[in-house]
């Protein structure tokens, strides 16, 4: 990743270990349930990923890839079909990104989900079923292994084996040239927005009140 005049990194390519989390229609809520969107700020969202797919009611651990130890530095996330679908809570790829997602592969996406993702420079991107399900069997036996996201060329590698894979057309735009982070583009251009502002007739500083107007 390099990084633009505005400081947002440009998102390129992203590349680490996986993880194969299986199942279709996985909603947002069972990504991060409600109990744990009470928080000030996203900080320490990461443990709470998946909780009640991970423990019982007695906190007992079940059997989910987040809580496979040889899956504990992976970066890169397999799904399957209409991933973070449900409530448009930008909790749940907050979650991720904290419990350490920098990239989804998937074979498809809720479109907020992916936007919220987007928001945060985590790429989505899909491929059909008959591939992610290989990525996702690779990964299982190769929990070592790394996969290669290049968001750029829409292609995933890992192994012996490069895969096409479909990327947005915005979001690539976006990632590839560094402009997904609004809000920090917003911030870099403050006075451009100042004075466009201030030309707006409709858009001013009104008079102060005083007594004499009541």
């Known amino acids: 990743m390099t990084e633009t005049e505005t400081d947002i990194p440009e998102v390129t390519d992203v590349s680490g270990t996986g993880i194969p989390v299986r199942g279709n229609d996985i909603d947002t809520d069972q990504i991060i349930p409600a109990r744990f969107m009470k928080v000030v700020t996203f900080d320490g969202l990461g443990e709470f990923a998946f909780f009640d797919q991970r423990f019982d009611d007695a906190d007992n651990e079940k059997d989910h890839p987040f809580n496979e130890d040889r899956y504990g530095d992976a970066s890169v996330m397999v799904v399957n079909s209409n991933f973070g679908c449900g409530s448009s809570r930008e909790h749940a790829p907050q979650a991720l990104m904290r419990w350490g997602i920098d990239a989804i592969v998937g074979e498809s996406f809720a479109e907020i989900f992916a936007g919220n993702c987007l928001a945060l420079g985590i790429p989505t991107v899909t491929a059909d079923q008959e591939t992610v399900e290989a990525i996702q069997d690779w990964v299982e036996s190769n929990p070592d292994g790394e996969l290669d996201v290049d968001v750029a060329a829409e292609t995933v590698t890992y192994g012996d084996t490069t895969v096409d894979v ?49």
Do not use: C, F, H
Not at 166 to 190: C, F, H, P, Y
């Open 166 to 214: 479909t990327v947005d057309d915005a979001q690539r735009k976006a990632l590839v040239e560094g402009i997904w982070d609004t809000t920090a583009l917003m911030k870099s251009n403050t006075e451009a927005i100042r004075a466009t502002a201030e030309s707006l007739p409709y858009v001013g500083n009104p008079e102060p009140r005083t007594s004499a107007d009541d």
